[in-house]
Every structure is written in structure tokens, then in C-alpha cells.
């Protein structure tokens, strides 16, 4: 089974995840925007074992803490997609643009492109390429569960900007309707920011896929 906490960082409220297996006690934190010590708090009070990183996309308020947590810990960062290094090799100036702290530099170990996977200790995700808010945005899906981390591709009521370098708006809405939702209604899903909801609540109430 793949347990879970939803942790909101930085003063952007972001949604990091932490997941692990409850076989094993291995754990992977999805998109650690920040509060790096709080972080590993919550994997030490669980006496959890840290073994990836996994990112949806390179902004900053997800990536934050990236690079710290691996001087720390020395675990692997995989993901997003490749068409997103330049939001990554771009952090001093995300750091500018957003009003952070400077944040230390990384590299992820592996890109993840549209059919790959991803696992945790024994718990395998599935990885769905889902670009529009950023180019390589990838979404990361428990098949088992029916439960989706989808970053800021689509969110409780509402759908990810696409005003930034490289986003559309056309590519965003295509992404959810031909990727995510015939994935199943039954799917619930944890956003970049705000309350958790599932694909199908979104399909038949979400003003922007109408």
C-alpha cells in the first residue's frame, strides 16, 4: 500500500507530498517547494527511509527544496520531462521572479517522459506527460489506489496558468481531457495548491473543461 500526508510549503501553500510503502518504510517526496527541515521532520517522525525525489515541473515554489534535501540525504531526482531544464537551469532567476530565498542549484538524475514509471520502495507510479503549464510536466498516477499527484496541471474548480514561458493554454486543456480524465472518474487527485477533488467531479463541474 502507498501511504501518505499532504504537506503545504512555502507561503504559496504548496501541496509537497510525501508518499512511502507500507512494506518497506522506503518514501519519496513529490515536489518539495521548500521548508526543507520540516520535510525531513515529517520523514523522521514516521521513521521513514528517503529514496527519490520526484518533480511534476520546474517552478520553484515545487522545486525548491531540491537541492538541499539531496546535500543532505544524497537521494536521486527524477523527473519532469526534459523540456522543462530550462525552468531548472533558470532557479536564480524563478527566484527573482517569485520573491524567494535563494535556493541551491540540482540536477535531476532522470527526465521522465510519457510511459514511463516510477516506484516507491515496493509501490510502483505511472508517469503521464501532461505539458501546458510548463512544456515537460509530468503527472504521476497509483493505478492501484486511484489516486493521482497532477502538480499544477488541473485543480479543484480551476485548471494551471499557462502564461508562463512556454505554457498554452489549448495544450493545458487537451492534456486533461485526452490524458487525465479517461484515466477513470473514480481518481482522486492531489493539486499543485488548494483541496484534493477527483477527475470525475472535475469533468462534470470544472468551468474550464466544459
Not at 504559496?12 to 518504510?25: H, R
Request: hydrophobic residues 40%; proline residues 7%; charged residues 20%.
Amino acid at each position: 500500500m502507498l501511504n501518505r500526508i499532504t504537506l503545504p510549503v512555502t507561503p504559496f501553500a504548496q501541496n509537497c507530498s510525501l508518499v512511502w510503502c507500507s512494506a518497506t518504510n522506503k518514501a519519496a517526496l513529490v515536489d518539495p517547494g521548500g521548508e526543507t527541515e520540516r520535510l525531513l521532520a515529517a520523514i523522521a517522525e514516521r521513521e521513514l527511509t528517503l529514496e527519490s525525489i520526484l518533480l511534476t515541473h520546474g517552478h520553484l515554489d515545487h522545486v525548491g527544496a531540491t537541492g538541499e534535501l539531496v546535500a543532505k540525504t544524497g537521494v536521486p531526482i527524477t523527473g519532469p520531462g526534459l523540456d522543462d531544464a530550462f525552468w531548472i537551469e533558470g532557479l536564480a532567476q524563478q527566484v527573482q521572479m517569485f520573491g524567494f530565498d535563494p535556493v541551491t542549484a540540482f540536477t535531476p538524475d532522470r527526465w521522465l517522459k510519457q510511459g514511463d514509471t516510477v516506484t516507491v520502495g515496493n509501490e510502483q507510479l505511472d508517469v503521464y506527460h501532461c505539458p501546458g503549464h510548463t512544456p515537460g510536466h509530468v503527472v504521476f498516477v497509483h493505478k492501484a489506489q486511484r489516486l493521482a499527484f497532477v502538480g499544477d496541471v488541473l485543480f479543484n474548480g480551476g485548471v494551471g496558468r499557462s502564461d508562463f514561458p512556454r505554457g498554452d493554454h489549448a495544450t493545458l486543456i487537451d492534456a486533461i481531457l485526452t490524458t487525465l480524465l479517461p484515466l477513470g472518474d473514480d481518481i482522486t487527485f492531489v493539486p499543485g495548491h488548494g483541496p484534493e477533488s477527483t477527475f470525475g467531479f472535475e469533468r462534470r463541474h470544472n468551468p474550464y473543461l466544459r
